[in-house]
């Protein structure tokens, strides 16, 4: 027998053992498909929620005012810029020129310019803003890139808020310890059902097995057949799969206030979470048929 009719013949047998087994087909489908579901939608939030701290991370800044005489030179303000970027932790610096400052300050009081009347941009300092690496975001290490910049010379005042600083640090760490934790749990829990329901419907089969065995069948022969099944098993889960997760944000965008529908937002192209979903799914199907029968031939 050519290969290709090797091929055609263990595909043939798996799809029959899919068909005349369907009660336990489903069972799996159903599992591998419920559990990617909530796997990916979990890892949709936690990326989700993950760059919107970033985001929240920027907002968290050291502003530092220049004195008058430090930008009289020529080229000082890249110089001043090149100082602070020397500065371990700092991830960017935007200057602040006095005209910048006085058009904030400006429009911040919209509707209320009378008060700024005889006042001009002259009289306001220019700055410059820093934005922190991450890990300098501890209020220990914050306070340490504060008092570098004090003891510049041409820094005349250096203001960040030291109590959102320490916060937001703290946030960060619990967010990420929890994400960590809640990701590992739910990966574990998603392999221990798929390769227990796995193993259920190959001990469902163990005459088939056993028969296969006493006519000479090599292990790899007979375990090819539900190597094949787990693929299928694990296609028809991926399916079932993309079907939750869409009809579950349909259902949530549908009742969720639009500030919040970020959180459910997949990440990348539909393309792309589709293919990864169906991937884990033959993967998960596969391993799980070629760990059950592994074991179920070495307890024979």
Same mark, same amino acid.
């Given at each position: 027998?050519?290969?290709?009719?090797?091929?055609?013949?263990?595909?043939?047998?798996?799809?029959?053992?899919?068909?005349?087994?369907?009660?336990?087909?489903?069972?799996?489908?159903?599992?591998?498909?419920?559990?990617?579901?909530?796997?990916?939608?979990?890892?949709?939030?936690?990326?989700?929620?993950?760059?919107?701290?970033?985001?929240?991370?920027?907002?968290?800044?050291?502003?530092?005012?220049?004195?008058?005489?430090?930008?009289?030179?020529?080229?000082?303000?890249?110089?001043?810029?090149?100082?602070?970027?020397?500065?371990?932790?700092?991830?960017?610096?935007?200057?602040?020129?006095?005209?910048? @400052?006085?058009?904030?300050?400006?429009?911040?009081?919209?509707?209320? +310019?009378? #008060? !700024?009347? *005889?006042?001009?941009? %002259?009289? =306001?300092?220019?700055?410059?803003?820093?934005?922190?690496?991450?890990?300098?975001?501890?209020?220990?290490?914050?306070?340490?890139?504060?008092?570098?910049?004090?003891?510049?010379?041409?820094?005349?005042?250096?203001?960040?808020?030291?109590?959102?600083?320490?916060?937001?640090?703290?946030?960060?760490?619990?967010?990420?310890?929890?994400?960590?934790?809640?990701?590992?749990?739910?990966?574990?829990?998603?392999?221990?059902?798929?390769?227990?329901?796995?193993?259920?419907?190959?001990?469902?089969?163990?005459?088939?097995?056993?028969?296969?065995?006493?006519?000479? @069948?090599?292990?790899?022969?007979?375990?090819?057949?539900?190597?094949? +099944?787990? #693929? !299928?098993? *694990?296609?028809?889960? %991926?399916? =079932?799969?993309?079907?939750?997760?869409?009809?579950?944000?349909?259902?949530?965008?549908?009742?969720?206030?639009?500030?919040?529908?970020?959180?459910?937002?997949?990440?990348?192209?539909?393309?792309?979470?589709?293919?990864?979903?169906?991937?884990?799914?033959?993967?998960?199907?596969?391993?799980?048929?070629?760990?059950?029968?592994?074991?179920?031939?070495?307890?024979?």
């Amino acid at each position: 027998m050519s290969k290709g009719s090797n091929i055609v013949h263990l595909l043939g047998s798996a799809t029959g053992s899919v068909r005349d087994n369907l009660a336990t087909t489903v069972v799996t489908a159903l599992t591998v498909g419920f559990s990617l579901a909530i796997l990916a939608q979990f890892l949709f939030v936690f990326i989700n929620l993950d760059a919107a701290v970033s985001t929240w991370g920027d907002r968290t800044h050291i502003v530092v005012y220049i004195k008058d005489t430090a930008m009289r030179g020529p080229g000082s303000i890249e110089r001043i810029k090149g100082a602070s970027l020397a500065v371990p932790g700092i991830k960017s610096v935007a200057y602040i020129s006095k005209d910048d @400052a006085y058009a904030e300050l400006k429009a911040g009081m919209k509707g209320h +310019e009378a #008060v !700024l009347a *005889g006042v001009d941009a %002259g009289a =306001l300092p220019a700055s410059i803003e820093l934005r922190l690496d991450p890990e300098y975001m501890e209020g220990a290490k914050a306070a340490g890139v504060v008092e570098r910049f004090k003891k510049m010379d041409w820094a005349e005042e250096v203001q960040y808020s030291q109590e959102w600083v320490e916060k937001f640090a703290a946030f960060l760490r619990f967010f990420e310890v929890a994400a960590f934790g809640a990701g590992i749990f739910l990966v574990g829990v998603t392999v221990f059902i798929v390769s227990n329901t796995v193993r259920l419907t190959v001990y469902a089969r163990q005459d088939e097995i056993e028969i296969m065995s006493l006519v000479g @069948a090599t292990d790899n022969y007979i375990k090819l057949p539900f190597f094949v +099944e787990g #693929v !299928l098993q *694990g296609l028809i889960g %991926g399916l =079932l799969a993309v079907f939750i997760i869409y009809a579950g944000r349909w259902a949530l965008l549908s009742r969720m206030p639009v500030y919040l529908r970020f959180v459910v937002d997949v990440p990348v192209s539909w393309t792309m979470a589709v293919a990864a979903v169906f991937a884990f799914g033959i993967v998960l199907g596969a391993a799980g048929s070629l760990l059950s029968t592994s074991r179920f031939l070495k307890s024979c």
